[in-house]
């Protein structure tokens, strides 16, 4: 069971380059989360899915868009990338409103120069 | 909104000893969920303890136990017997219980180190 699985791990774009992040979940999981993490600082909600077909904005959507085509994927599109988007990407899956545990993937570490 | 607190940028303790993380929150709800993060070197997110705020009685696990103060929106992290391999970020969240998609929101971080 790979639970939540994020490529790439690194990532350097020059800015105004354009890239996916990758998001898949094994655990047919309704609810998927996009967040970033700047240096030194707690995870801000960027954006989330409460299932197929269905995505909203969260704290900092500004510069991403998403898309939720299937339960398993859950991609964030950066386009014209800015430093300002310099961060650490991590996505989470949780089952469903029941569920108290959100599980979350091993992180993309993203520099844009 | 809600918002997340945590006071102590950084906090350091013998190991073997017990050091305590603080977290305040500010939320007009009555039912909710606070959570208490590890973060290790490895950027890996750890569940380590959750609270259900219905619940009075504190959450313990292991070597992990809570202080929930509802009326004083507080909820600080106890760790007996520190151990080298508690270093690690450490953040507090809170989450909602009547927001369609229980979002996250996470505290600024306490990082922890384990004295020898």
């Known amino acids: 069971n790979a639970g939540v699985t994020q490529t790439p791990k690194f990532r350097i774009l020059k800015i105004g380059q354009s890239m996916t992040l990758q998001c898949a979940q094994d655990?047919?999981?309704?609810?998927m989360y996009w967040y970033r993490q700047d240096p030194g600082m707690g995870l801000k909600l960027i954006y989330y899915s409460v299932g197929a077909g269905i995505t909203d904005k969260g704290e900092v959507p500004n510069g991403y868009n998403v898309s939720r085509s299937t339960t398993e994927d859950f991609p964030l599109r950066l386009e014209l990338a800015a430093p300002s988007q310099t961060s650490v990407y991590f996505c989470a899956s949780q089952s469903g409103r029941g569920s108290y545990e959100q599980y979350f993937g091993p992180g993309t570490r993203l520099t844009v120069t | 909104a809600q918002t997340v607190t945590q006071s102590q940028p950084e906090m350091s303790v013998q190991e073997a000893e017990t050091v305590t993380l603080s977290c305040t929150y500010d939320?007009?709800?009555?039912?909710?969920?606070l959570f208490w993060y590890k973060q290790p070197p490895s950027r890996q997110m750890i569940l380590v303890i959750r609270?259900?705020?219905?619940?009075?009685q504190n959450a313990t696990e292991n070597r992990f136990s809570v202080n929930f103060q509802k009326a004083a929106k507080s909820f600080s992290l106890k760790i007996s017997d520190s151990q080298l391999g508690d270093a690690a970020m450490y953040f507090c969240a809170y989450r909602s219980q009547i927001q369609g998609a229980q979002k996250l929101v996470f505290g600024q971080g306490t990082r922890l180190t384990i004295n020898p």
């Open positions: 609270q259900e705020a219905y619940k009075q």
């Open positions: 939320t007009s709800e009555s039912d909710y969920y």
């Open positions: 655990m047919n999981h309704n609810y």
